[in-house]
């Protein structure tokens, strides 16, 4: 038995002690046995510098947070390249040694370690932006709160939760109808509690499948020896098989045989090379790296009869078929429709109703069509939109064509424009469901977003509606009342301008420093020159505003709202500029934290949700409590500032 997993076992029997002793009034053991134990548990801790998590010598303490923060990954992390062909696997090898490992099927988390301890842990997101999880992945059932390695650590691997915990949760859960669907759903909701206490009571664990930097370390230009290291530190390492062309069809045939009882879910396997340095000179094309690829298992399939298709409008126009089928078994849930995605994979796929259809879950998650039996091609694609009648054509967007909705004011382009518009991240109007605006559409209260804050000359006719009355109809104009006063960012967002975010608007306008006419009069090739945002989103924008009605709407909006001043874009307002800041527990003088992460993000800096080394002050009105993050910035020796202190020393 090795030294990792004698620390294991000794774990698990103090803590059965533990809990027999003071929960059940039972002994398993003597209080000399229990401290020789304890004592040996101690010695190998300190022989290997790893203490592992559930120890006797660590005690987490569980944390809840309002929201979780984001935080922009230094360098994009990119999707694999996919193949289902054993062979393409062996001829992407060539003569090279690989490494064969299995691509399991959670949640990646990026981790970083400092002196040895834990410092930040982050949820991959969108790949350029992710979620910060460090409390959270502290209770991670096998992840080392400290390692020997005292260098700046860096690496990634996928949070799971196993079959076998995932079918104890369901089955403890007293709703049938209740039940999580399937271990990845159920993984990456408890990864991203907002209260660490949950994650730590749902078995979440951790495998290290890459190393991205650990300093001064000679890796001998090995990978294998980037496994070793970090399985040497006390982390747990996806399980990999060294390859070359000649074994890795054999090897293949080995995870195939292994998956069948595997108790971690994996959709497939990763290649990779070996060689640190070739890897690194291949780059990576605009959608994956080239040093790696995976091997995607042939995926399950049934066949069935395609009875209808469904054609639903969003709010950009678009119209997408919805394939609705007679029911079938699919990976453990029962599937009766499938996205069909465009009017090019309609025609590709020559469908009709009552054809004969087999259907799959792309990556065992995404119903999809494979194939068409029938190929009947008789489906008709509709000429008019299914919400208000209007006329459709056909276009051609992305080498793929779609239909679009040709009438400016179709309810379902209202609908949903209205909604994302006062939805939180945008004006943030309160009481405005999507039902409500359905409502008022049909009675011709909103005709254009300015609408929203005249709602009070339908004061009496609302409030006879069904679900309201006169509180709630008050409650509703006055929060409309109170998103006048908002910022430009936040309105740029809410006009749905196709693919800008708030984090883009914000990027635009700080660029124009808050001058909405300068940035309206910017050509696509001034907007694409701005950092973050390049040509597809410059155009989109630009042709966005080069409409006459969205420009004379947003227009109108500045006319009558109250726009916050923007930061200017000069360096002398950038008093923050390259400072980080982490914030905690509860304000006094900002409204939340939010407010204070806006304010420092004028000036700048960067709030973020972890404690590092690289933090230049934890913000926190109870300095000198014995929380997670103050004992952390304490260790690390960052300052621990009450929010009096902050505006005296940064805002003032």
Known sequence: MNKKDEMRMLIDKLRAASKAYYAEDKELMSNYEYDELSDRLQQLEEETGIILPDSPSVNVGYEAVDELPKERHPEPMLSLGKTKSREELRDFLGAKKGLLSWKLDGLTVVLEYEDGLLSKAVTRGNGEVGEVI?????????????IPYKGNLVLRGEAVITYSDFEKINSSMPDASAVYKNPRNLCSGSVRQLN?????????????????????????????????????????????????????????????????DYDIPSDGLVLSYDDLAYSASLGRTAKAPRHSIAFKWADETAETTLREVE???????????????????????????????????????????????????????????????????????PDQCPVCGGRTRISKENDAEVLLCTNPAC?????????????????????ISEATLEKFINAGYLHSFRDLFHLEAHREAIALMDGFGEKSCNNMIESAERAKKTTLPKLLYAMGIPGIGLANAKVIVREFAGDAESMLSADAERLAAIDGIGPVLAEAFYGFFQKEENRAQFTDLLSMLEIEASPSADTGTMTLAG??????????????????????????????GSVTGKTDALINNDTTSMSTKNKTAKSLGVPILSEDDFIAQYLQ
């Open 579 to 608: 400072k980080v800041f982490v914030v905690t527990g509860s304000l006094t003088h900002f409204e939340n934290r939010n407010a204070l992460k806006e304010e420092v993000e004028k000036r700048g800096g960067k709030v973020t």
């Open 196 to 260: 660490s206490a949950v994650t730590a009571e749902r078995n979440v664990r951790f495998y290290a499948f890459a190393l991205v930097s650990a300093e001064g370390v000679d890796f001998a230009n090995s990978r294998e020896e980037q496994f070793a290291f970090l399985s040497k530190q006390g982390f747990d390492v996806v399980e990999h098989k060294a390859v070359t062309a000649d074994t890795i069809l054999d090897t293949i045939e080995y995870f195939a045989h292994a998956i069948e």
């Open 411 to 431: 309810d379902a382009k209202k609908l949903k424009s209205f909604a994302h518009f006062v939805s939180r991240d945008a004006m943030n109007i309160d009481g």
């Open 311 to 381: 054609w639903s409008a969003s709010r950009t126009g678009l119209i997408n078929p919805v394939a609705i089928f007679d029911p079938v078994e699919l990976e453990g849930t029962t599937v009766t429709r499938a996205s069909v995605h465009n009017v090019s994979i309609v025609k590709s796929l020559q469908l009709g109703i009552g054809d004969r259809i087999t259907v799959y879950k792309a990556n065992m998650i995404i119903p999809q069509i494979a194939e068409n039996q029938t190929k009947s091609g008789q489906l008709e694609i």
């Open 134 to 146: 460090t409390a959270n992945a502290r209770t991670f059932k096998n992840l080392p709160h400290r």
